[in-house]
């Protein structure tokens, strides 16, 4: 099992480009959710998806979007990217039964100038 | 009062020493606790999971949890350097994760 992967590892963007972060998991887990990780500020949720055509927001969502096709894939997309984008992403994902254990992928370092 | 509450430290100590830390949560719902070891530039790694009070050891590490007094820990027996993340705290509870800001730890050789 690779588990959860993230590309790319690094990117920078100019301000105003799009992207789009990629993760995928291989674990058959329902749930996935979209993190960053600012300096003093911890782990803060974007956006979460409780299965193939479900997502919804979570706590700082505005600029980004994302969509779930299927079970393995969940990307994030940056419409317009601006230098408060700058942050280290996170993907995690994990059974919505029984359990609370979220596995994280190894982070996208984006910068925006 | 802030969901959960964790001091980011640094905490810096001699190789061989024991490491504390510690989470308060104020929201009873939370019924699942973990502790996440995080790598300068990796993704968090869950260390320990557990879902009831008492003590849970693993190796040199121990969970605990108080839910009474709603305060979880998490002690390192004889410390390592290769010990040195940071640490977060988690906890689930109605279908949802909250995250401590994490805690520095540097264990000194």
């Known amino acids: 099992n690779a588990g959860v992967t993230q590309t790319p590892k690094f990117q920078v963007l100019k301000t105003g480009q799009s992207m789009t972060l990629q993760c995928a998991q291989d674990?058959?887990?329902?749930?996935m959710s979209w993190y960053r990780q600012d300096p003093g500020m911890g782990l803060r949720l974007i956006h979460y998806?409780?299965?193939?055509?479900?997502?919804d927001q979570g706590e700082v969502p505005n600029g980004y979007n994302v969509s779930r096709s299927t079970t393995e894939d969940f990307p994030l997309r940056l419409l317009s990217a601006a230098p408060s984008q700058t942050s280290v992403y996170f993907c995690?994902?994990?059974?919505?039964?029984?359990?609370?254990?979220?596995?994280f992928g190894p982070g996208t370092r984006l910068t925006v100038t | 009062q802030k969901e959960v509450e964790q001091d980011p430290g640094p905490l810096s100590v001699p190789e061989g020493a024991i490491v504390s830390l510690n989470c308060t949560y104020s929201?009873?719902?939370?019924?699942?606790f973990m502790w996440y070891r995080q790598y300068s530039r990796k993704g968090p790694e869950l260390l320990m999971y557990?879902?009831?009070?008492g003590n849970k050891e693993d190796g040199r590490f121990t969970a605990q949890v108080d839910k009474s007094s709603k305060y979880i820990s998490l002690f390192i027996r004889d410390s390592q350097p290769s010990d040195s993340a940071t640490y977060l705290c988690?906890?689930?509870?109605?279908?949802?994760?909250?995250f401590g800001k994490g805690n520095q730890v540097v264990v000194i050789p």
């Open positions: 995690a994902s994990r059974t919505p039964r029984g359990t609370y254990e979220q596995y």
């Open positions: 929201n009873s719902a939370f019924q699942y």
């Open positions: 998806s409780v299965g193939a055509g479900i997502t």
């Open positions: 988690a906890l689930g509870g109605n279908n949802r994760l909250a």
């Open positions: 557990t879902y009831s009070s």
């Open positions: 674990m058959n887990h329902e749930y």
